[in-house]
């Protein structure tokens, strides 16, 4: 099993250029998660999927948006890139909610 | 303020050491919790869930006190493989539930 998979593993965009981040799990889970990460705070929620069909904001979700196009993928795009969108993104899964989640590799975004 | 606080560390360690970790939450809500670890530039891993009757793992333990609202993670004779940054992660429920993450706590364990 794979697992949680993301594509791609590093994307660097310009200011403005707009680009969806893709993650597909094959563990047949529930939920789903896209969450970013920068350095001294930790995981923060910007999306999340309870099951297939719903989506809802989490923390920070201001300048992102998510499809939950099946049961396996979740993708989280970006309109509109901003320097403060650079990080790293998580996605996650789980088989319920809430219960043990588990993450892909990340995607290193840079926003110039 | 974050509902899930981590003191970030780092805690530097001899091999051989018991550590100890706490994570405060603020939500009296938060139900099921969880200790990660997550290595230098790798995605966090499942370490334990967090019963209240406590979990124990190997040289693995945590605890989940209500009454004080927080939840710890115990490591017994450290390795040097144990370093890494644990994150805690609760849930509070909205509707649907909410994971929130703590910030980690750095653990470096030196020969």
């Known amino acids: 099993n794979a697992g949680v998979t993301q594509t791609p593993k590093f994307q660097v965009l310009k200011t403005g250029q707009s680009m969806t981040l893709q993650c597909a799990q094959d563990m047949n889970h529930n939920s789903m998660y896209w969450y970013r990460q920068d350095p001294g705070m930790g995981l923060r929620l910007i999306y999340y999927s309870a099951s297939e069909g719903t989506t809802d904001k989490g923390e920070v979700p201001n300048g992102y948006n998510v499809s939950r196009l099946n049961k396996r993928e979740f993708s989280l795009r970006l309109e509109s890139a901003a320097p403060s969108q650079t990080s790293v993104y998580f996605c996650a899964s789980s088989e319920a909610n809430p219960y043990e989640q588990y993450f892909g590799p990340g995607t290193r975004l840079t926003v110039t | 303020r974050k509902e899930v606080e981590q003191d970030p560390g780092p805690f530097n360690v001899p091999e051989g050491a018991t550590v100890a970790f706490n994570c405060t939450y603020s939500n009296s809500a938060s139900q099921s919790f969880f200790w990660y670890r997550q290595d230098c530039r790798k995605e966090p891993k499942l370490l334990m869930s967090v019963y209240s009757s406590g979990n124990e793992d190997g040289r693995f333990t945590a605890q989940l006190n209500r009454a004080s609202q927080y939840i710890s993670l115990l490591i017994r004779d450290s390795k040097l493989s144990d370093s890494a940054t644990y994150l805690c992660?609760?849930?509070?429920?909205?509707?649907?539930?909410?994971?929130?993450f703590g910030r980690g706590t750095s653990l470096i364990v030196h020969p």
């Open positions: 992660a609760g849930w509070a429920s909205g509707g649907s539930y909410i994971p929130t």
